[in-house]
Structures are given as structure tokens and as C-alpha cells.
């Protein structure tokens, strides 16, 4: 499994369970990176790191995590990620759910903050929430 783009690699992915299917959607890691480069010029040109903590679940990965029926992980096109920025230190700063969101507006469809985490994906139509 190799890269996708320059920040994202298919094994970033792929279900968290033992099947290891990948079924992501290169239209969400090319909007992702287009989001890491947009965040990175907004940092003036600082370091973005995008951590993708859920990214394809098979079905029956998802029911023992908890996620919907419906749920976009399944269908390839949804990623749960955390994001941070390299400070001046050489230490990286988390950039807030709430931020995130803000600049992935335009890019992606299906948006919902949380307090460590958020969730983008491109279902094809504008959903907006928090958990």
C-alpha cells in the first residue's frame, strides 16, 4: 500500500480490524491534502500534521465500534482526524476541532466536530453537527 499523496498513505486507511480492507476513497485523501496545504499557507507555511484516527471500517468493524448503519467509514469517503501544527519548538500544537472545520468548509461536505476530534467526509451533500 503505497501513497496517495505527499501527507497520506493507503495504510492510514485501511480498517483497524484484523481484515486490513482498504477501501478509501482517493477523493477524500486528495481533499485532505488540498486541506493540509490550505492549513499549512494559513500557518505561514509551518508544518501540518494530519493524524487519521478512523478511516475505512468494514461493517463488522463498525458495529463493534459503535457506528452508524448508515455510516460514511463504511463507504469509504469518511475520515476521523486530529491536527496539529510544528511550533517553533520543534513540538507540535493541536489545532482545535473547531478550526479545522472552519477551513474544511468549503472542501467537504460532511463535517462534525467533537472535543478531540473531526470528522470530514464527502457523502455528496452539506451535513454540519458536534458531539
Request: hydrophobic share 30%; with cysteine.
Amino acid at each position: 500500500m503505497g501513497d496517495i499523496t505527499k501527507n497520506f498513505s493507503a495504510s492510514e486507511f485501511t480498517c483497524k480490524c484484523p481484515c486490513k480492507v482498504d477501501g478509501v476513497k482517493h477523493e477524500l485523501v486528495h481533499k485532505l491534502q488540498q486541506l493540509v496545504d490550505e492549513i499549512e499557507d494559513a500557518y505561514g507555511g509551518r508544518r501540518v500534521k494530519c493524524v487519521i484516527t478512523s478511516g475505512f471500517r468494514c461493517a463488522e468493524h463498525n458495529r463493534r465500534v459503535g457506528g452508524s448503519k448508515n455510516s460514511r467509514h463504511v463507504k469509504g469517503d469518511a475520515a476521523d482526524t486530529k491536527w496539529y501544527v510544528l511550533n517553533d519548538y520543534d513540538n507540535w500544537d493541536r489545532i482545535e476541532p473547531i478550526e479545522v472545520a472552519q477551513r474544511a468548509d468549503a472542501l467537504f461536505d460532511g463535517i462534525g466536530t467533537y472535543s478531540t476530534f473531526t470528522h470530514l467526509d464527502t457523502r455528496g451533500y452539506k451535513a454540519r453537527w458536534s458531539g
